[in-house]
């Protein structure tokens, strides 16, 4: 009985074990970044922390004090002009097998108010980054064959949202690049897929926090905390998620069903 236990208890470990795997997290400094860079640190991969400043320290030593291991790498992701080289850079030293593209800015303004130049930034950051940085790994991936890339939508991924035009966009757009990617990448071993998350509770503030309507509409009774997060990603970026591509996982506590 404990032989059958100890295989099957490895045969679990070793479907969702990402030892042995290099996974970059773009803002990882805090929030679901960090959480998502701390799982997958768990599961045993190696972190290449992101940030646009080198403030990347926090979530470094709680991945340490875990016992896992990461690497910073500091990009502007508004600087949409340099950072094919800066990625290019990070990739000669550092194979990446798994991409998780969760960096992102947010603008809440009624679209007649929004400028041109915020709209563009929103689209540079949460869209033209995201490209650049798929485009740059998958290319390796897909010669090595085999890789993981994660998007990092929202609940605007699929519904419209009310005075954020530029982050629904942005975010839908994400998703329509995930679906494009999978259908180009399946065929080499490259899976894409995207998390869209409901409301989590992290740095970025949001009057939904403070308003019980809307936390009595989540079917789970609450906001999701980071730790919420990350059994989605580690999922997606392990073999027990190899046939799974193209896919939007929604990590919502129910909202979107309801
Ligand atoms: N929290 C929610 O309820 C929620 C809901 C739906 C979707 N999401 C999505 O989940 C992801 C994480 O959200 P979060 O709540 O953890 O947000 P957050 O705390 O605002 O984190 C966003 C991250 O993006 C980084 N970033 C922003 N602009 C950047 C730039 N120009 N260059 C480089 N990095 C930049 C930030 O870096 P710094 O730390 O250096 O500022 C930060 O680490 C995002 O894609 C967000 O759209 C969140």
């Avoid at 640190?41 to 990461?70: K, P």
């Avoid at 950072?83 to 097998?97: E, F, H, M, W, Y």
């Avoid at 897929?193 to 989540?218: E, I, K």
């Avoid at 027990?240 to 129910?254: K, W």
Wanted: aromatic share 6%; hydrophobic share 45%.
């Amino acid at each position: 009985m404990s032989g059958a236990m100890d295989a099957s208890q490895a045969w679990l470990a070793e479907m969702f074990s990402l030892s042995g795997k290099v996974a970059l997290v773009t803002g990882s400094r805090a929030g679901l970044g960090r959480a998502m860079a701390a799982g997958l640190a768990r599961a045993g991969a190696e972190v290449v922390l992101h940030g646009h400043h080198d403030d990347l320290g926090e979530t470094e030593a709680e991945i340490a004090r875990a016992g896992g291991r990461s690497r910073r790498w500091v990009a502007d992701l508004l600087e949409v002009g340099a950072l094919g080289a800066r990625i290019d850079d990070l990739l000669a030293q550092t194979r990446v097998d798994i991409l998780v593209n969760n960096a992102a800015t947010f603008i809440r303004e009624p679209a007649l108010e929004l400028t041109f130049e915020r709209w563009r930034e929103v689209q540079t950051v949460n869209l033209d980054a995201a490209w650049l940085l798929c485009q740059r790994t998958g290319a390796l991936m897909v010669e090595r064959g085999a890789g993981k890339v994660i998007n990092v939508g929202s609940m605007v991924s699929l519904q419209g949202g009310v005075n954020r035009s530029a982050y629904t966009a942005a975010k839908h757009a994400l998703v329509g690049l995930t679906k494009a990617l999978s259908n180009e990448w399946a065929p080499s071993g490259v899976q894409v897929n995207a998390v869209l998350p409901g409301y989590f509770r992290t740095g970025r503030d949001s009057p939904a926090f403070t308003d019980p309507v809307t936390q009595a509409r989540v079917p789970s009774g609450r906001f999701g905390e980071p730790q919420d997060i990350v059994g989605s990603v580690v999922f997606l970026a392990s073999r027990a998620a190899d046939y799974i591509t193209g896919h939007q996982l929604i990590v919502d506590g129910g909202w979107y069903a309801r």
